[in-house]
């Protein structure tokens, strides 16, 4: 095994890949176990702009849910194929963010987060509003895509492994990126934009890149929701699900693609399981980001430190 | 001219009202910004807690100008608290750290006033009642009190930040605050006074609006896009900037509402916002390379 | 590549915690019934009721003996009135705690998306709270049920005594999402089917914070009457700043059934003085059946009931069907309901219409005075019903264009 992909990434995933054989996991937590992947997957992507690159985008609600409106408009006018969907997003998604990140790279910092917050709120605006695509109650009861056309996606197990295999290549195309020497120059930009830019690199272009790869996973993701959630409303793409996936980084730790994956898995279970005991458990999400912020900014991942390993900077 | 006096004015007061309204809002947004660098999202909960706080004093003691005294020093103070205990440690680190604490800080605000004061919605009556023929129609007094009592606010900040000693070390502070404290000024103790000044001052724009807008624990939280879009369009920092962000927005909204569609006036400010941000992302007075 | 150890350490301890506070398996002889609604935010009042109301007829049937000899248990959960959480523990409540009931949600958006849930699960599920068109006709489906009067109930009710006792000329104001839009253009159908005018129509988008900027294209039309389809703290808004420019006073003010609930009528009584109301229940309607029902809730929630409470009588029906069916079967119980009639619910004898499984509620129109909702005339529901549309499209042909006449 190369540096890209170790023993133990694998061993991760055969063992996550058995999990829906363990004697608990019934239909339910299959579907609670897709939206902890789903999530996590999305703010790994996210993690490539915020702990990499130093981009903090605040609008990749729009990136997720443009992905799921263009699955759920397709199925819904009968093109099942999941592939169809798919290529959909990506040229939905992969427009809008060539477009969002043209304009939103050209400026730095608190800009872009603004810029991109802007344009995911126009977003937001338009499908909250267009009754073509059911105005504010969104698509819904669509009917699941076809992997083949005999083999619908139809249930929580099989729902459970394509959105793992999601996962998986997510995860391969982020190591193999950060690892590679665009990765180093990403990290470059985020220590030092101007030296970066001395060093003869044209940082733009390296920043319009790696947005257009984090909204390209993060649609794609969004593609795959649908097919579990049978709707696409444009609640999906309010600017405090954007501020959700940030939280997840946040809670994961930055810079560690592995980190946000837990962060974003450890938030779905959290507000899943406490909100059915208290009704306050924003209270406990609001405690939970301010410990991490304060006590832990390493995130989850950062424990390790704690317990006296060897500590782990994101360098790549 | 019929159209002039019977629709475009009174539509304009409605506006300035608004207006002068968010102004107060934004502008504890702004001077966070210009000193922290941090995009205050609990600013929108300070907001809440002042007319809940007046809620409370108004219970005791029946009077809405007690309240409009006690409850932004009550706030103010809880803003003193909250800088002092999770903000303060964050200074040296990565404005993104601050931005989620202030998130977190939402919702616990948020989740504490719904405990305390409970989710249902209430009013507080407005204090100045009856309404003046105006333009050929009634106008509500308070509206108007409204609008006096925030242009005199805003002149009284003015000359706080232009005139007292006070005024003039936040504004340095502003701009820089490492000079400040090679000059042997005490810069903690003026971050934390001027946190505790934006939450009074938010406490304020949620007490005297609540008669108007209502209070419930998610008003803040509603009012906190529409306070950003403010600050950016005013220009990151810029109090004066702000203030007519405010007024354009406010007259914007009102005028817009005439001739379109309430979702098309949302994309026009989008649009607008966007534009701005990209051929002068410092705001109408933003200064150059803040934070670019 | 430590971290991913560390991570799957920790996943795997989430998932042992996880496991470990699941519910224990339940006991035999006890039937889990679902709760889901607006727990907390801007609907939460509407949440409440309606949990109360189920947490009622729960404790009332099971002091006979449950249903089927099985004790019944309620699960309550909250949707943050958005679709993707409402469907995540929809599904929770189905698959996990295996309820045979769900009521449920409060927001359209939300009821409409768990009915897909209900549907591809099997589950019996009525809606007591929310009123979109759509519910029972191109989204129904066969375990779906509805005890509340939807949008169009609610406009041929109130249309009728408007035309007749109101003005003929109406100006309508409606927030700008799904529940308004959807009351707003059955209401402006059934009006002018009746032969009304329509002077003007609106849309303000929710949560919209100053609604005066809206007030001069009102005057300028100069209706009779104003209809609002508002709910929530949009309507407390909106009644306090129209109040405040003397409009409360200058037309004649009506609105939908959850435009404000009884509670919440007490601190905003000046403003709303007048207003004309459709509603199925009020604590105020001297029929007997609502006062009893309303007693026996004071005196175990302190406080009186209103609309959203109508889940008590969703309870009712299922239970009654379940007795029928004998069975937990859901192709059974569903089928049990068609045509089903009850006797003892919070407003007397009502029955479910076989076709499109809505309950046939007869309804009163209430007027505010002093903060109290007082009965003024009574609209049978086979009247107000309309007919069943079940999979054609109730808005076809629709136009928010005003016909000048």
């Known amino acids: ?316 | 001219m019929d159209y002039l006096v019977a629709v475009l004015l009174p539509q304009l007061l409605h506006g300035l009202v608004f207006g002068a309204a968010l102004g107060l809002l934004a502008l504890g947004l702004t001077v966070i910004f210009g000193l922290l660098g941090v995009m205050n999202f609990a600013h929108g909960e300070l907001y809440m807690l002042g007319a809940y706080a007046g809620i409370a004093v108004v219970g005791v003691t029946h009077s809405f100008w007690t309240a409009l005294i006690v409850a932004p020093l009550a706030v103010g103070a809880i803003g003193a608290v909250t800088e002092v205990t999770t903000l303060r440690p964050l200074y040296r680190r990565e404005p993104l750290y601050g931005l989620i604490l202030t998130f977190g800080l939402a919702l616990v605000f948020r989740e504490a006033v719904r405990q305390i004061w409970g989710g249902d919605m209430r009013r507080i009556l407005p204090p100045v009642t009856g309404s003046t023929p105006l333009l050929g129609m009634v106008y509500p007094n308070y509206r108007l009190f409204l609008l006096a009592a925030s242009s005199i606010l805003l002149l009284a900040i003015w000359l706080f930040f232009t005139k007292t000693r006070a005024g003039i070390l936040v504004r340095a502070a502003v701009q820089d605050a490492e000079m400040l404290d090679g000059l042997g000024v005490n810069v903690p103790r003026v971050f934390t006074l001027t946190f505790a000044g934006s939450a009074a001052l938010a406490a304020l724009a949620g007490l005297l609006l609540a008669p108007i807008f209502t209070v419930y624990p998610q008003m803040g939280v509603e009012m906190i896009l529409l306070a950003f879009i403010v600050v950016i369009l005013g220009g990151m920092g810029s109090m004066g900037g702000s203030v007519v962000a405010a007024l354009v927005i406010g007259l914007a909204q009102s005028l817009l509402t005439l001739w379109m569609n309430p979702q098309r006036v949302a994309i026009a400010i989008f649009a607008l916002m966007i534009v701005v941000l990209i051929v002068r992302p410092r705001g109408f007075f933003g200064r150059e390379g803040v934070l670019e | 590549m430590k971290r991913l150890t560390w991570g799957f350490t920790v996943l795997v301890a989430l998932a042992a915690l996880v496991w470990a506070g699941a519910p224990a398996v339940s006991q035999p002889k006890v039937v889990k019934i679902g709760d889901l609604g607006s727990k907390v935010g801007v609907f939460e009042g509407y949440g409440k009721y309606q949990t109360w109301g189920v947490q009622m007829a729960v404790e009332e049937l099971n002091a006979k003996g449950g249903v089927l000899g099985h004790k019944i248990e309620v699960v309550s959960e909250d949707d943050e009135t958005k679709p993707a959480p409402a469907v995540r523990k929809a599904e929770k409540l189905i698959l996990q705690d295996d309820v045979k009931l769900l009521v449920g949600a409060v927001s359209s958006g939300a009821t409409l998306a768990v009915m897909d849930v209900t549907k591809k699960h099997k589950t019996i599920h009525w809606n007591s709270v929310s009123c979109a068109e759509f519910m029972r006709t191109t989204k129904f489906h066969k375990y779906y049920f509805s005890n509340q009067p939807d949008s169009r109930m609610q406009a041929n009710g109130l249309a009728k005594y408007i035309v007749d006792k109101m003005g003929k000329k109406v100006y309508i104001f409606y927030t700008d999402y799904a529940m308004g839009q959807s009351d707003g253009r059955q209401f402006k159908t059934a009006l002018e089917k009746l032969g009304g005018e329509v002077v003007g129509v609106a849309g303000a988008p929710l949560d919209t914070k100053d609604f005066s900027p809206w007030f001069g294209a009102i005057n300028q039309s100069n209706p009779d009457v104003l209809f609002v389809a508002f709910a929530g703290t949009d309507s407390l808004r909106l009644m306090t700043q129209l109040h405040s420019f003397g409009m409360t006073k200058k037309y004649k003010m009506a609105g939908i059934d959850c435009f404000l609930l009884q509670q919440d009528l007490a601190s905003i009584a000046e403003p709303m003085e007048g207003f004309v109301q459709l509603n199925h229940f009020s604590p105020y309607n001297p029929d007997a059946n609502m006062q009893a029902y309303n007693a026996r809730f004071k005196k175990k929630f302190g406080t009186d009931a209103n609309i959203a409470a109508g889940s008590y009588d969703a309870v009712l029906f299922w239970a009654a069907a379940v007795e029928k069916a004998k069975s937990f079967d859901p192709d059974k119980v569903a089928e049990a309901h068609e045509g089903m009639c009850v006797d003892n619910t919070h407003i007397g004898r009502q029955c479910i219409r076989k076709e499109d499984h809505q309950v046939v509620m007869d309804m009163h129109l209430y007027q505010v005075k002093g903060g109290k909702n007082l009965p003024i005339a009574r609209i049978a529901g086979s009247d107000s019903i309309g007919e069943a549309m079940v999979g054609k499209d109730p808005v076809e042909g629709f136009t928010w264009e005003i016909k000048k006449k």
């Open chain 1, 1 to 316: 095994m190369n540096r890209v992909l170790s023993w133990r990434a694998v061993v991760v995933g055969l063992l996550v890949a058995l999990l829906p054989a363990l004697p608990f996991m019934s239909k339910f937590y299959l579907l609670l176990a897709f939206d902890a992947l789903l999530f996590g997957a999305i703010a790994m992507s996210l993690d490539l702009l915020i702990g990499y690159t130093g981009l903090v985008s605040f609008g990749h609600a729009a990136f997720f849910g443009l992905g799921a409106y263009s699955t759920a408009i397709l199925l819904e006018r009968g093109v099942l194929s999941l592939w169809a969907c798919l290529v959909a997003a990506v040229l939905v998604v992969g427009l809008y963010a060539l477009v969002v990140s043209y304009f939103a790279t050209a400026r730095r910092g608190i800009y872009f987060a603004l810029l991109t917050l802007i344009f995911a709120e126009v977003v937001y605006t338009f499908f909250r509003y267009t009754q073509t695509f059911g105005g504010s109650d969104g698509i819904q009861g669509v009917p699941a895509p076809r992997l083949m056309p005999a083999f619908a996606i139809d249930t929580p197990l099989r729902n459970y492994y394509v959105v793992l295999a999601y996962l998986a290549l997510a995860y391969l195309v982020c190591r193999v990126l950060v690892a590679s020497h665009f990765g180093k120059v990403l990290v470059a930009i985020r220590e030092n934009e101007d030296r970066a830019r001395f060093l003869g690199y044209n940082v733009q272009r390296y920043k319009m890149a790696v947005c257009l790869i984090s909204a390209l996973l993060t649609g794609i993701g969004g593609a795959l929701y649908p097919g579990r959630s049978a709707f696409a409303t444009p609640d999906l793409m309010l600017w405090t699900v954007s501020g959700e996936f940030i939280i997840m980084v946040m809670i994961g730790g930055l810079g560690t693609l592995a980190g946000p994956v837990i962060g974003g898995a450890f938030f779905v279970l959290l507000q899943e399981k406490v909100s059915s005991y208290v009704d306050w458990y924003f209270m406990v999400i609001g405690l939970v980001l301010i410990v991490i912020v304060l006590f832990m900014p390493r995130g989850l991942l950062g424990i390790r430190a704690m317990l006296g390993f060897k500590q782990w900077r994101a360098t790549a």
